[in-house]
């Protein structure tokens, strides 16, 4: 990323347990300004792509359009701290989930993923990768 346009997003303190269009319109501090998690991420996807496959459309490189929005991907997951998702609760301090542009098409595989990397992996092992993937955030 660039400080004009950084390639994530922290996620707001107020919007850790949101997702679709709560998460989207939370505000945050932009280079310019108050602005929304959604804007951030779009210039952050239509500058540097989406962090899975690197498209610089929302809808996924195959896609016949471009219009729409990229979709704030949580890192670490949402799964690992949102008691509502299931979730554990794993401990975030401010800072320690960032929000990273994904195509809708990598978003929408990404469910599956998650859950097939989870199986044959104890609690645990998922709770310690969640904290590692914050104190990276975190630059600890």
Known sequence: GT???PGWVECPD???NASGNRLANAEVDGPNGPTTVRDMIDRAGATHGCHTCGTKNPNGPDADSSEGHFVPDHIP???LH????GGNGIDVPSGGVRL???CRRCSSSQGGHLGATS???THQERMDRGQREIDQNLGL
């Open 3 to 5: 400080d004009d346009v």
């Open 14 to 16: 107020n919007a850790l």
């Open 119 to 121: 199986r044959g992996t």
């Open 77 to 79: 997951p949402a799964t």
């Open 82 to 85: 949102t008691p509502r998702r």
């Open 100 to 102: 990273y542009p994904q």
